[in-house]
């Protein structure tokens, strides 16, 4: 990603002080610039990985997966927690004030791990039952947690969140990813640019579950300007009752201010039980443990991948696969 904190070069505190002793005695000691990346730069920039089985026999398909596990915090969500936070710092919303925001698991670690290395004060209104890895990650970053009746979901959260703030406006800067811009801006102005020079322009299917929005509606606003032609594909649960953490079901859900569903040429049901086996087909037959929602957003992408076959189109299928499997090993669709 292009953030300005990238454009930053700067010379290592201990490099400074040897410099400083140096020119106070003979002669200079060379410059030392940092070495390393700072953990932040590792926001974005990832890669993507070919499923050659999920379009075996298929001639002119592709299936694609971005692999957003491989962001620092674990998941695609550190991409909009970084540029929430570092356009609240810029702008001094934060100024004096602790975030506060409700989530449901990925966005908790992405805002406490950048809110540890920006010194940032981080407190989370969170659904008591997101999984028990899951908890304990939030608990070493060590964000204040404030836990939610897991009946409610994350809409328990986001009352419970809004509430805090009506209350103590000084206390707190609400971030509210659910009406944020810079929550979709960061997959604008990274996931789509990165998708685009990865495929050399040649995607044809962008795919993505929704949660807050903020991965499906920035990438695909950017896409669809750079190629009118994309089709848009957003995946979400078959019903209110589901399993694919990090997904809202609209229909039956307090809707984000930045979903636009007029994006999307199409929009795929997943259930539950049939992202589990997605799941469970990958870590078997291709070595790559996913999340359950990555498990969904794949097999909405075998979908599109068997239709497009079937109509011996060209196609090049990209689906977001937002965070890794190993936050879901203790469920017990393992030992099903
Ligand atoms: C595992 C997982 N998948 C998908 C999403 C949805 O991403 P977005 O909020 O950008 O719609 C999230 C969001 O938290 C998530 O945690």
């Not at 927690?81 to 004030?97: D, M, P, Q, V, Y």
């Not at 979400?236 to 636009?260: C, N, W």
Request: charged share 20%.
């Amino acid at each position: 990603m292009n953030w300005p904190l990238h454009a930053k070069r700067v010379r290592s505190s201990r490099a400074t002080l040897e410099l400083n002793a140096a020119s106070a005695a003979v002669s200079p000691a060379p410059a030392v610039d940092a070495l390393g990346v700072c953990p932040l730069q590792r926001v974005g920039n990832t890669p993507l990985l070919r499923f050659e089985s999920l379009a075996r026999g298929m001639l002119h398909v592709q299936v694609l997966g971005k692999a957003e596990w491989l962001n620092p915090g674990g998941s695609v969500k550190d991409r909009a927690a970084f540029n929430i936070i570092e356009t609240a710092l810029r702008s001094g919303a934060l100024r004096g004030k602790r975030l506060l925001d409700a989530i449901s698991g990925n966005t908790g670690i992405a805002y406490a791990m950048v809110g540890a290395a920006r010194g940032v004060e981080v407190t989370l209104c969170v659904p008591a039952n997101v999984s028990a890895e899951r908890k304990r990650i939030l608990a070493a970053y060590g964000a204040e947690i404030i836990w939610t009746d897991p009946q409610e979901g994350t809409d328990g959260a986001i009352r419970l969140a809004r509430q805090m703030h009506d209350a103590e406006p000084d206390r707190y800067f609400y971030a509210d990813q659910y009406s944020n811009d810079a929550n979709w801006l960061a997959h604008y102005h990274g996931t789509a640019a990165e998708i685009w020079s990865q495929t050399r322009g040649a995607i044809t299917h962008f795919i993505a579950g929704v949660g807050t929005s903020g991965t499906f509606v920035g990438t695909t606003r950017r896409l669809k300007e750079l190629n009118p032609k994309v089709r848009a594909i957003s995946v979400q649960p078959d019903s209110a009752f589901h399993g694919l953490e990090g997904l809202k079901h609209m229909p039956t859900a307090m809707v984000p201010r930045i979903y636009d569903p007029s994006l999307a040429n199409a929009m795929v049901e997943v259930s539950t039980e049939a992202a589990y086996e997605m799941v469970k087909r990958m870590v078997r037959t291709a070595g790559v443990l996913l999340g359950v929602s990555a498990g969904a957003a794949l097999v909405a992408a075998e979908k599109v991948a068997q239709q497009a076959a079937a109509s011996d189109h060209v196609a090049v299928i990209v689906a977001v696969l937002p965070d890794s499997g190993d936050h879901y090993l203790s469920e017990n669709f393992w030992n099903e």
